[in-house]
C-alpha cells in the first residue's frame, strides 16, 4: 500500500474580519449561504480530510468556488488557515517557523501556476534557474543546469529567448521546467493547463506523465476538468462549497458517483475509453478464452470478447498472471450511465 505523503488534517478556512469566531457556527454546519450572509465570512474549506499518497498524481477537482485553489496554497502556506493541520512526511507545515518555511518552499515543494508566472525580464534558462539561484547555487551553474530540464520539455534551443517569445503552451512547459529543477519531491500544479489550447493541453498532460513514469514525483494537480483528472490521475478527490464530496480511485467515481453533483460530472464521460476491465470483472474466475490486460479499457475488450466463441475472456496483470474473467455482457452493461449511489455507499471520507 503507497504511503501518504501529504495528509490535509480537518482543514479549515474561513475568510472575513473574525474567522475564529464563525468557526464554531461552521462546525454546527451553517451553510455557505448562511454565513456570508447572516455574519460577513466566506467559507473557503470545510473539515477537509485527504491523504496523498507519495509519488502519485492526486488531482483536486471541482467547479469554480468549490475551494480546490485555496486548498493547494495552504500545503505551502501561501495561504494561512482557521484551523486543522497539513502534514507532510509526518511534519505540521503550518506548525514551521519562517525559516523552516523558506526552506520548505526552497528545496520540497515547487508550485506551477495557470498564469505561469515566469520574469518576463529573464531568459528562459534564467527563469528555469531562477529556484536554484534561491538555493544559492552561483547562476551560470544554475543555468548549465536547467538546461537538462529545458531538454526534458522539448525547449532546448530556446534557453535565450524571452517568454514574451513564446507561446502560451511554450511558457507553461518553462514553468514545468522551473518547477523540475529544483529536484522537489512535491509538484504542486495549480489549473497548470486550464489556460492552454486543447491539442497544447494533451501535449502537456502528455510531457507530464512521461515525466512522472521517470521521477515519481508527488503532485498535488488542480483542474475543474474530469478529462483531464481521469487522464492523469491516480487518485481524484471533489470539493464543492469548500467541502470534500468524494473521493478515491478514479474508476471508483465514475461507478459509483456518491451523489447527483458527483453524476453530473461523469455522465457525460466515454466510458468506453475509460473504464478498465479489471474494474468490473469477475475476481478469481476463469473462462475459455483470450487473455487481455487487466488496465484494457472496454472499448477495445469489447472487440476481443465480441470475438472469442465464448464471448468473454482472461484478464491478466502485468505479470501475466490471470486474475479474473469479463464476459461480453458485462462489458456492454458496463458501458452503460451509472446510478447515483447513496452517500453510505459511495461516498468515502
Not at 488542480?222 to 467541502?243: M, N
Not at 465464448?310 to 446510478?339: C, H
Amino acid at each position: 500500500m503507497t504511503n501518504s505523503k501529504i495528509q490535509i488534517d480537518h482543514l479549515y478556512k474561513i475568510f472575513g474580519a473574525n474567522p475564529q469566531s464563525a468557526l464554531p457556527l461552521v462546525k454546527d454546519g451553517i451553510s455557505k449561504q448562511d454565513l456570508l450572509e447572516k455574519h460577513g465570512h466566506v467559507l473557503g474549506l470545510n473539515d477537509i480530510n485527504i491523504d496523498v499518497p507519495d509519488r502519485c498524481i492526486t488531482v483536486i477537482m471541482g467547479l469554480s468556488g468549490s475551494g480546490k485553489s485555496t486548498l493547494i496554497r495552504h500545503i505551502n502556506r501561501l495561504i494561512e488557515p482557521t484551523a486543522g493541520r497539513m502534514l507532510v512526511d509526518g511534519h505540521d507545515v503550518l506548525a514551521m517557523s519562517k525559516s523552516q518555511l523558506i526552506d520548505f518552499r526552497r528545496y520540497k515543494a515547487s508550485m506551477v501556476f495557470q498564469k505561469f508566472g515566469l520574469h518576463v525580464h529573464r531568459t528562459v534558462a534564467e527563469n528555469v534557474a531562477y529556484g536554484l539561484t534561491v538555493q544559492g547555487i552561483r547562476l551560470p551553474k544554475a543555468k548549465k543546469q536547467s538546461h537538462k530540464w529545458l531538454e526534458r520539455v522539448g525547449l532546448a534551443g530556446f534557453e535565450n529567448h524571452f517568454p514574451a517569445q513564446l507561446s502560451g503552451g511554450m511558457q507553461q512547459r518553462v514553468g514545468l521546467a522551473r518547477a523540475l529543477a529544483t529536484d522537489a519531491e512535491i509538484l504542486l500544479m495549480d489549473e497548470a493547463f486550464s489556460a492552454l489550447d486543447p491539442l497544447i493541453r494533451t501535449d502537456m498532460q502528455d510531457v507530464l506523465l512521461d515525466l512522472q513514469t521517470e521521477l515519481h514525483k508527488t503532485i498535488v494537480f488542480i483542474t475543474h476538468d474530469l478529462d483531464e483528472a481521469l487522464r492523469i490521475g491516480d487518485k481524484i478527490a471533489i470539493l464543492r462549497d469548500g467541502s470534500l464530496i468524494q473521493q478515491g480511485d478514479p474508476q471508483h467515481l465514475i461507478m459509483h458517483p456518491a451523489d447527483d453533483y458527483i453524476f453530473d460530472f461523469v455522465k457525460d464521460i466515454n466510458r468506453g475509453r475509460v473504464l478498465k476491465v479489471k474494474t468490473i470483472m469477475n475476481a478469481g474466475q476463469t473462462v475459455q478464452g483470450p487473455e487481455i490486460p487487466a488496465d484494457m479499457v472496454l472499448e477495445e475488450a469489447l472487440q476481443l470478447a465480441s470475438g472469442s466463441e465464448t464471448r468473454a475472456a482472461n484478464i491478466v496483470d502485468s505479470d501475466n498472471s490471470v486474475i479474473g474473467s469479463i464476459s461480453l455482457d458485462q462489458i456492454v452493461a458496463g458501458l452503460a450511465r451509472p446510478q447515483v449511489d447513496s452517500p453510505s455507499e459511495g461516498q468515502y471520507r
